[in-house]
């Protein structure tokens, strides 16, 4: 009873189990599998048991394209990967996941969460929001390359990371420092050497601060 009251607090913080009362979240509970992942661990989305879906409770995530190895999205608490194999076919690999820190994830097989899909239909609507933001974040990335330059996209996107991954420290917000220079490249489609370069910039004219395991900059509530 203990472990499946820890799951429940777990999945209470997901948006997707939001409309779902105490009841079902504890019966659901009772057939999910907890897991913790060290740092740099491929999850791997494809076993031998099948697919999964994959709720990241604590920690940070990357999704990597594994024709080109390019990192397509950096997920957070909060966050679900794995749902498209409720959509693909069985062959059909088009992500795959490594952590980019400690993390605990709590997982569903997809026949699992299909069939609660099929019992719970508020959760068919939730995923498919999951699904649609998906693309919007593509389309973001694509109106970005045509109406920004190299500059204006690193800029913002490490913006975007510390204040989706930061937290305050006198005064200031300070986020791991997770990513790659490579990687950042990856995710603002320019080079590593213009990543460099940029933040260099940005760290001269006081806009950010970094080293080998922070970066930060000032709280934008100040």
Request: one cysteine or more.
């Amino acid at each position: 009873m203990t472990e499946t009251l820890t799951k429940y607090w777990f999945l209470e913080d997901f948006n997707l189990f939001k409309k779902l009362g105490m009841k079902a979240l504890m019966e659901i509970c009772e057939e999910l599998v907890m897991h913790r992942y060290p740092k740099g661990t491929q999850i791997e989305l494809d076993s031998s048991d099948g697919r999964s879906v994959f709720f990241l409770k604590k920690g940070s995530v990357k999704l990597i394209d594994p024709n080109s190895g390019m990192v397509k999205f950096v997920l957070g608490p909060g966050n679900i990967f794995g749902e498209l194999s409720l959509y693909q076919e069985p062959d059909e690999v088009t992500e795959e996941a490594y952590t980019l820190e400690e993390s605990v994830v709590c997982i569903f097989s997809a026949k699992q969460m299909n069939t609660l899909i099929e019992k719970h239909k508020s959760l068919k609507n939730g995923i498919l929001k999951v699904y649609g933001f998906r693309f919007q974040r593509l389309e973001r990335k694509l109106e970005d390359l045509v109406h920004k330059d190299s500059p204006t996209r690193i800029k913002e996107f490490i913006h975007d990371h510390i204040t989706t991954f930061g937290i305050v420290v006198d005064g200031r917000l300070e986020a791991k420092k997770l990513l790659s220079h490579k990687d950042i490249a990856h995710l603002t489609n320019t080079s590593r050497q213009t990543v460099n370069n940029v933040m260099v910039r940005l760290r001269r004219e006081g806009i950010i601060d970094y080293n080998s395991k922070v970066l930060s900059m000032q709280n934008p509530s100040k």
